[in-house]
């Protein structure tokens, strides 16, 4: 498959989710997951350009909201507003399905903290690979649900004996003098 490569492609900037209430998704992201809010932009309607360059109808508006979760992730919330919006959530398993992975220092400690915050679904408590996946035996990790229907993973790698090489923080010490993503 030689010449299917993105020339140039260096790194991740962004995650991006639609929310249905944008001051709520803010509120949660900024408060419980100690992000920062960046900035808020707002565009439509615009028939022309929101069709060609979104593929949404041209009746849609959109507000966003750019956040940084620490140390190294950028995420952008929008919340649309169109007469034809679909309000269903994917599914994990349906196409289009997602969820956004969050390293923690102990996901016993985040599952009873998150617990009591209204709206939040842990779902099934932490778990626990076994030996059955040996590179990453020991990884405890849960899976919840946002007040607004977004599935977020929450992962605690330090358990794990020679665990593969995962971006974390000794890479971005570096990031000024890395190479393009191979």
């Known amino acids: 498959m030689t010449g299917r490569r993105l020339p140039g492609i260096r790194h991740v900037d962004h995650a991006a989710y639609a929310v249905p209430d944008l001051d709520e998704a803010v509120a949660f992201f900024t408060e419980v997951l100690g992000a920062e809010e960046l900035y808020r932009s707002r565009r439509g309607p615009d028939a022309a350009f929101m069709t060609t360059h979104f593929?949404?109808?041209?009746?849609?508006v959109l507000e966003l909201s750019m956040l940084r979760l620490p140390p190294n992730l950028n995420i952008e919330l929008f919340e649309w507003h169109t007469a034809d919006q679909?309000?269903?959530?994917?599914?994990?398993?349906?196409?289009?399905?997602?969820?956004?992975c969050l390293v923690v220092d102990d996901v016993d400690d985040a599952v009873t903290h998150l617990r009591g915050i209204s709206g939040v679904r842990v779902l099934g408590g932490r778990k626990e690979v076994g030996g059955d996946s040996p590179a990453v035996a020991g990884n405890r990790w849960t899976y919840l649900v946002t007040?607004?229907?977004?599935?977020?993973?929450?992962?605690?790698?330090?358990?794990v004996r020679d665990a593969p090489a995962l971006v974390g923080p000794s890479d971005w010490n570096n990031s000024a003098e890395r190479t393009p993503l191979a």
């Open 147 to 159: 007040p607004w229907g977004l599935h977020l993973e929450l992962v605690d790698r330090s358990r």
């Open 55 to 60: 593929e949404v109808p041209g009746d849609a």
């Open 86 to 100: 679909r309000t269903e959530h994917p599914r994990l398993s349906d196409r289009g399905g997602h969820h956004l």
